[in-house]
């Protein structure tokens, strides 16, 4: 019997021992690969405040993979699993090759291999994307190793689940790793590729949703990633009833303040995570069995982990809020999720404690562009306050809040009218966050100044203009105030004729500063246009002055491309202006008043141009003037028409040539005003010189216009031209043909003492522009200037001269 | 072209030396007769070569002299990890996924003259790994194990961080390298003189018989020994997702001197190498044949 006894026992020993050698063996080997590592080029960074680029205490994805690789490798291994891992630390050492890795999973005799990480969008910065996706390797749907489908399937539930996280789709997104990357073929993710075991990779969340990296630098929040890898594989291998411990988390939250550190956030994201949160995890007989300090870093994530199953209080508080707590169940082996919403502590009424504009009878009227700001004792009801917003006589305008809704700004959309008594009302139905209204309502009056725009000024290229087509093409707007020259460019877009923008040369824009006369901005072309088609400019209405006032309306100015110097008839070049020799400036007797010549290799033809440069001593109607001191061989006569190619300088200042007939009498002709930049082609009539008689080029004036502009610059001139009415007879002086009215601008109607066989009107160049075999012409489609008219009658033709005006 | 391109490798050295290694021979292996091919392994005559068959990687042996391709396993990753024994024999683990996902791994041979497979290892759950001594082959698992002869000679294995070194049938562990994550790629030199192996995170080394150090090769995944004073390595980067390079390095076993046999944008890796010969792959499983000679 003894030794029956004794034979039992030993059996029964044996077969316990050999047992549990056996389930020793035998539990599911995990192998666990933290992704990326070492802070290096292959590791990712998401750069956050407070945290600077590079920082390790950032966000780097290496950091969260492996705190979530630590939690897995810890849970599992209290669940009794067997594992492995391939890293411990976070070196460029320790990030280990993908081949190497691979082998290391293959020969560790593992069951399942997991990578774990987290996405990225690529977009460079923050991204509204933020959900689990998971890979296996082969197409979708049809894995090299399908028992890799059902390892990610059993994972998945488990990710998805979070509710810690917002996410901005519901589902977890499974592929083949040869689907997700085509442009790879077959080669897939380098951890998935020659692993011979069930192998998935995790991206478990966005980190570049700013909010997410935020919780990814939290280890608990990480630690809960790893307990939901747990439970993945618990329902891989069937082990869903073998552990007895269960664990609660969740993300505190103010109630109502949205966060403004951070852009673009999903849901309740939007809201503002509650730093330093004291939470107590509490038995049915209130004995706090774990205390929880939420960190500082912008997350409000709290945890409890390894709870015994059963009803528990979960109790927050903090000192700038109501306390709140909360019953839950803790279930073994699973997650419990409880969020809190916390309401902040306001317990006074709501005030303006600060405001703009501060105005009293007596005081300079108020900029018309002036924004009303508020400043409240608390964060603002939004709704409430907008309601209770009433402005008199009322404005158009736009509410927007700051300072987490303690600062409220109106901005009129267009500006206040001039000169106009208003009064804001804010009323007392206004209230905080909370929901206690202001004891009484708060009233503001103020009085606008007599000017809520600014004005044009002037522009080049205005409406209709001709702009040089030459790459370096200015544009310039100018106004009646000192514009605002912060990003001052881009209320300004130059399109060609289908609609596309014609760039601008960053680098060469040229803004007003303290102390001009007036506003403006030059902008320059970046690339020649093409001569003869369509351009516009137009001007944003925001363009606004130094105070805030803009425009009333947005402006458009159309022009036309052309070359200057295409457009020289086959006059005769008289003068080069290839040197400065012979052209002098005269002494003048004002004050402050200077002038210079020079030769300029900024020119239109040949090599040089002549350059007068300007100096006005104040907006009087002042002359410089440049002596021509040599003799043109060329002797000019009201019959003659001029070519004068000139650089402009916009300085609406005027320029005349000056004559000398030979009675010695000066003669000055208005050649152009300067109202545009570049270069342009100025033709005028001599019509100006008294007939009969001969005159020589002698100076060129430039005369100060009346307004604030062109008290200094420069002027180019190139090729001057003389247009002799070549292939026009004289005219004929002794016959009875008048020619009527002239100057005409309808018809010109001839009379003649004989019958009039025909009539043609003449340009200076003797082209004949139109022709009637009647006695009148029509006109009214002739470009104004002086022309010829041909009247046939019998055997004699007759010329007259006529000048057209509209 | 094919000239221009040898003699441009051939002046790829690394480090000084009197060295000068010139590549005689590079052909393209198996072209259009099979897919994709991963993970070969020459045996010792370089006559016959073993590589994992397209993307599911099962065995196949192919005879480099006859230019017969002969199945061995169409188990799935049966490839990935064979060996030739000194018998000649090819030596691989087979694996089963049970109902409660658990792996089982068995050991088999596959006797190349007579065609035919053996189980030598039964189906166990854990870890199966093969040794190849100078008299016969091993195979470990965690509750059984195989040898081919009772005194497999000379051998050498990795388990973990512990370099596993087997002299005339007796077993001695070293760990001669700081390693967490273990020791990979074991193999004795072809004179059974030397052990070559990688430590992960630390790079390759050469050591003697007793464990001692004797030199450290760098970085370079997946060495084997060329003969027995150079060695054949991979030299791979990666984003940490994707191969971003990978080349085919010629090391001196002393450490001395380094040459790239290969471009680094070849994406050529998992080199083997016997009697004179490298074979190697590509990430996209183009095997590739290379022959050199070296001026010492």
């Not at chain 1, 990710?159 to 499974?174: E, F, G, K, L, R």
């Not at chain 2, 018989?209 to 027995?228: D, I, Q, R, T």
Request: charged share 20%; aromatic share 10%; net charge negative.
């Amino acid at each position: 019997m003894k030794k029956n006894i004794l034979s039992f026992a030993f059996m029964l020993l044996a077969a316990v021992f050999g047992v549990s050698r056996a389930m020793a063996q035998e539990v599911p080997h995990v192998y666990i690969n933290p992704g990326h590592g070492g802070h290096d080029s292959d590791d990712r960074n998401v750069v956050i405040p407070p945290f600077a680029q590079g920082d390790t205490l950032g966000f780097w994805e290496s950091n969260s993979n492996l705190w979530k690789g630590f939690a897995l490798k810890e849970i599992l291994t209290k669940k009794g699993y067997q594992t492995s891992i391939s890293r411990i630390s976070n070196t460029t050492a320790d990030d280990l090759a993908l081949s190497t890795i691979v082998y290391l999973s293959n020969h560790s005799g593992a069951d399942v291999f997991y990578s774990i990480h987290s996405n990225a969008s690529g977009s460079g910065g923050a991204t509204l994307v933020n959900f689990p996706m998971g890979f296996y390797r082969g197409y979708t749907g049809q894995p090299v190793i399908p028992r890799a489908a059902d390892l990610l399937g059993a994972l998945a539930p488990y990710i998805i689940d979070n509710s810690s996280t917002v996410w901005s789709s519901p589902n977890y997104a499974i592929y083949g790793d040869w689907t997700f990357r085509p442009e790879w073929g077959t080669q897939g993710y380098g951890v998935l590729r020659g692993n011979n075991i069930p192998a998935i990779l995790d991206e478990g969340s966005f980190h570049d949703y700013y909010p997410e990296a935020y919780r990814l630098i939290n280890h608990e929040y990480c630690w809960v990633e790893g307990w939901s890898f747990s439970l993945g594989a618990d329902a891989y291998f069937g082990r869903l009833d073998q552990y007895g411990l269960g664990m609660i988390t969740g993300t505190i939250r103010d109630d109502r303040v949205e966060r403004v550190d951070i852009l673009r956030m999903l849901g309740a994201d939007k809201r503002l995570p509650v730093n330093e949160a004291e939470v107590k995890l509490k038995d049915a007989d209130g004995n706090v069995l774990q205390t929880y300090k939420c960190d500082t870093i912008r997350n409000g994530i709290y945890l409890f982990k390894y709870v015994e199953p059963g009803t528990y209080t979960v109790e927050v508080s903090h000192p700038k809020y109501f306390s709140q707590s909360t019953q839950v169940q803790v279930t073994a082996n699973a997650k419990t999720y409880q969020n809190f919403d916390l309401k902040r502590v306001r317990d006074t009424p709501p005030m303006v404690v600060e405001y703009s504009p501060r105005w009293s009878e007596g005081d300079d009227p108020v900029l018309c562009s002036t924004p009303i700001v508020l400043q409240f004792n608390w964060d603002m009801d939004t709704e409430s306050v907008e309601e209770a917003f009433e402005l008199e006589p009322a404005v158009e305008g736009t509410i927007k809040w700051e300072d987490t809704n303690y600062r409220l700004i109106f901005t009129p959309d267009d500006a206040y009218d001039v000169d106009t008594d208003y009064k804001l009302t804010l009323k007392k139905t206004a209230k905080h966050g909370g929901g206690i209204e202001m004891e009484e309502d708060f009233v503001l009056n103020f009085r606008t100044t007599s000017r809520n725009h600014i004005n044009k000024l002037a522009m080049f290229p205005e409406e209709g203009d001709q702009v040089h087509y030459k790459a370096g093409a200015y544009v310039e707007f100018r106004s009646d105030s000192l514009l605002n020259a912060k990003d001052l460019y881009t209320f300004f877009h130059i399109y060609d004729k289908d609609g596309n923008d014609v760039e601008i040369n960053k680098r060469n824009i040229k803004n007003n500063k303290k102390g001009d006369a007036y506003g403006y901005i030059r902008l320059s072309l970046l690339k020649a246009l093409n001569p003869d088609e369509q351009y516009k400019v137009v001007v944003d209405k925001g363009v606004s002055d130094t105070v805030g006032i803009h425009l009333a309306e947005p402006l458009t100015f159309n022009f036309t491309a052309v070359d200057a110097s295409a457009q020289t008839t086959e006059a005769n070049v008289v003068e080069e202006f290839e040197s400065a020799d012979g052209f002098s400036a005269a002494p003048s007797e004002v004050d402050g008043l200077t002038a210079s010549v020079s030769a300029n290799t900024d020119k239109l033809f040949g090599s040089k141009s002549l350059q007068l440069s300007y100096t006005f001593p104040d907006d009087e109607e002042n002359e410089a003037v440049v002596n021509v001191d040599k003799t043109l061989e060329t002797t000019f006569s009201s019959l003659d028409k001029i070519h004068l190619h000139i650089m402009g300088d916009m300085s609406f200042n005027h320029l005349n040539l000056l004559f000398t007939g030979e009675s010695r009498a000066v003669v000055s002709v208005p050649v152009a005003d300067l109202t545009f930049h570049g270069w342009r082609h100025v033709s005028m009539p001599l019509t100006a010189l008294p007939e009969g008689d001969k005159y020589q080029l002698t100076g060129i004036s430039l005369v100060k216009n009346e307004t604030v502009m062109g008290r200094t610059g420069a002027i180019r001139l190139d090729n001057l031209l003389v247009e002799k009415p070549v292939g026009v007879e004289e005219v004929t002086a002794n016959s009875t043909v008048k020619v009527m009215p002239n100057p005409a601008s309808d018809y010109v109607v001839a009379t003649a003492d004989g019958y009039i066989t025909g009539i043609e009107l003449i340009n200076a160049s003797g082209q004949v522009l139109v022709r009637n075999a009647s006695n009148y012409i029509n006109v009214s489609d002739i470009p104004a200037g002086v022309y010829f008219v041909r009247v046939y009658t019998g055997e004699m033709v007759t010329t007259r001269k006529v000048a057209v005006a509209h | 072209m094919k000239q221009l391109l040898l003699s441009i490798l051939g002046c790829c050295s690394l480090l000084a030396g009197a060295q000068q290694v010139t590549v005689v021979k590079q052909e393209r292996l198996l072209q259009g007769v099979e897919g994709p091919a991963y993970y070969p392994v020459l045996d010792r005559t370089g006559a016959r070569l073993l590589f994992a068959s397209g993307v599911e990687y099962g065995l196949k042996l192919y005879d480099m002299n006859t230019g017969a391709v002969t199945p061995v396993s169409n188990e799935r990753c049966a490839g990935i990890d064979a060996t030739f024994g000194n018998d000649g024999n090819v030596y691989y683990v087979g694996q089963k996924i049970n109902e409660n996902n658990l792996i089982y791994r068995t050991g088999y041979k596959f006797d190349v003259n007579k065609a035919s497979i053996d189980i030598v290892l039964e189906a166990q759950h854990g870890a199966v790994t093969h040794a190849v001594g100078t008299r016969g082959v091993a195979m470990r698992g965690p509750r059984k194990n195989y040898a081919s002869a009772r005194n497999i000679g000379t051998a050498v294995d990795v388990q973990g961080s512990n370099l596993l070194i087997t002299v005339n049938g007796k077993q001695h562990s070293y760990s001669p390298v700081e390693s967490y994550a273990g020791y990979l790629w074991p193999s004795l030199s072809p004179d059974g003189t030397k052990v070559l192996f990688f430590a992960a995170g630390a790079g390759a080394f050469v050591t003697d018989l007793n464990g001692k150090v004797l030199a450290s090769l760098g970085n370079y995944e997946m060495p084997c020994w060329y003969n027995n004073d150079y060695v054949v390595a991979q030299n791979a980067t990666d984003d940490g997702h994707q191969f971003t390079s990978s080349q085919i390095m010629l090391l001196k076993a002393d450490g001395t001197f380094r040459h790239e046999l290969t471009k680094s944008t070849s994406m050529s890796m998992q080199p083997t190498s016997a009697a004179g010969k490298i074979v190697y792959t590509t990430v996209d499983g183009l095997l590739y044949v290379m022959e050199i000679s070296i001026n010492d």
